[in-house]
């Protein structure tokens, strides 16, 4: 009994260290103040991407920033704010994006506005163009076994995103399978088992990554199903890293 409740405790005391090393408030290091962020929110409403543009949103702001919300796509052809941007936040999951509003985001891109985005909100916005995905980085494919729970596997800790930070469980959720860009930088990864797809056993599938797309830097994390996904301290942590990323123009 005795040796029960040592091995209870000792297992609560390094759950306990492991989540308040994932939990460091990273907010002290970042700063957002007088920048411009332009955060867009549409698409499939499963994903709730209101409740994730309200919750950034709010976030931003708290840390200084100018944020513009706006549920339309046509902010993209805008051509005179989208240029007084340094960074866009986007959560539109499938949908269909117009020619001109297409051109003006990546063009913003090009010039050096930073893009950061989610799980479906970049990842599995606009299925039919490719010149968007190319931007991106990659593209969604499918989630095997739907709502899960999965690793994550922090694969780069010598990166200002992930630094600090162990591998973690995310739980009821979905793991995202994915085309990608041999071009990005991959700071995180899962690994797939063979409970719903037998074929995939053992694959690993690039969670987190940064890339640049000509002067524009781009910051993806495959996580965020559900809203609570960035309850958990490294997830929160990474997206908001990703953030400040981006934001100072992609330099390490």
Request: proline letters at 3%; charged letters at 20%.
């Amino acid at each position: 009994m005795k040796t029960q409740k040592l091995m209870s405790l000792l297992f609560f005391i390094c759950f306990s260290s492991i989540m308040i090393g994932q939990s460091k408030n990273t907010d002290e290091a970042i700063s957002l103040a007088n920048k411009n962020i332009l955060v867009v929110w549409g698409g499939w409403d499963g994903h709730q991407p209101e409740v994730f543009a309200k919750k950034i949103s709010k976030w931003a702001k708290q840390m200084g920033a100018h944020v513009i919300v706006s549920d339309s796509l046509g902010v993209y052809s805008n051509k005179d704010l989208m240029d007084k941007q340094d960074l866009i936040i986007q959560y539109w999951t499938m949908g269909e994006i117009s020619k001109e509003q297409s051109e003006g985001l990546i063009e913003a891109v090009k010039k050096g506005t930073g893009l950061v985005g989610c799980h479906g909100g970049i990842g599995d916005s606009f299925r039919n163009n490719t010149d968007y995905q190319y931007m991106v980085g990659g593209q969604w494919v499918t989630h095997p076994g739907g709502k899960i729970n999965y690793t994550v596997q922090i694969s780069n800790t010598g990166d200002p995103v992930t630094e600090g930070l162990q591998d973690f469980e995310i739980q009821n959720t979905e793991q995202y399978y994915m085309h990608v860009d041999p071009n990005v930088r991959v700071l995180a990864t899962t690994t797939f088992n063979a409970d719903h797809d037998a074929w995939i056993e053992g694959n690993s599938m690039p969670v987190v990554w940064k890339k640049h797309h000509d002067k524009g830097p781009v910051f993806y994390i495959s996580i965020g199903h559900n809203p609570e996904d960035f309850d958990h301290p490294a997830v929160w942590t990474m997206l908001t890293r990703g953030i400040d990323w981006a934001i100072t123009g992609g330099k390490d």
